[in-house]
Structure formats: C-alpha cells, structure tokens
C-alpha cells in the first residue's frame, strides 16, 4: 500500500527551502572578498597593503588589534563599513601602504590615511562587509 504525500508538507518543504536561499543571497549581497588586496595611488601605482598600522593606539603597530584596523580601514576606502574577516602573510619587504594615524609637523593637524612604506606582512584576503 503506498501513502500519497501530504501536500502541505511538500509546499511547506519547497517554501522553507526557497526562504533558506534567499537568505542566503541576501547575506552575500553586502559582502566582497579581496585577494591580496591593493590601493593604487595618486601617481597610478598600485601597492599591496601592509598589516601593520601606525599609531600612537597601536603601541605594537603589527599586534591583532592593529591588522584589524588596517584591514576596517581598506573596506571603508572600498566603499564598505567593516572587515568581516581577513587574514595576512610575511611576503619579502616591498612598497605597500600602510594606514598612518596621528600628528604629523609641520602642519600640526591629525593625519588619518594610507601612507606607502617598506614592508613585510601584507594582507592577504580581506572579506568587506556592509
């Protein structure tokens, strides 16, 4: 003897799966992955970004906290609000930007932007997020 399938059970089954992609759509929408990620600057050359950040908040301009900021800081100037994930890796030394925060002489005002620089760690994937 077979059953015929419940009906409602069946649409329910279509819908949920219906609302499980479309969240899933939506989820990704707001986001954008970058493999090693670059800034090109005002001359047209393009530079890989460094981890570190250098600032008087960062007494150790390369710790966690500061590659967190420097990845935060690339999503902003890709038009994004934060870096929901990224990561890093030592590459040999080469010009890449690095984000500088503080006073800078002469002209005494308070300098938050990407400054090129000799280094090392670079990031790596940097996942921008709405």
Not at 48 to 65: I, Q, Y
Not at 74 to 81: H, S, T
Request: include cysteine; charge should be positive.
């Amino acid at each position: 003897m077979t059953t015929k399938p419940n009906l409602l059970h069946v649409y329910s089954l279509v819908f949920s799966t219906f609302l499980s992609l479309v969240s899933i759509d939506t989820a990704l929408a707001g986001t954008q992955t970058f493999k090693e990620p670059t800034l090109k600057s005002t001359d047209g050359s393009i530079y890989r970004v460094d981890r570190c950040v250098n600032s008087k908040r960062f007494p150790d301009r390369c710790s966690n906290a500061a590659t967190e900021e420097a990845a935060n800081k690339f999503c902003e100037v890709k038009g994004y609000k934060y870096a929901a994930a990224y990561n890093w890796h030592t590459r040999p030394e080469q010009n890449a930007w690095i984000w500088k925060e503080g006073t800078e002489p002469p002209h005494k005002m308070y300098l938050r932007t990407f400054r090129i620089i000799k280094g090392t760690g670079m990031l790596h994937d940097v996942v921008c997020r709405d």
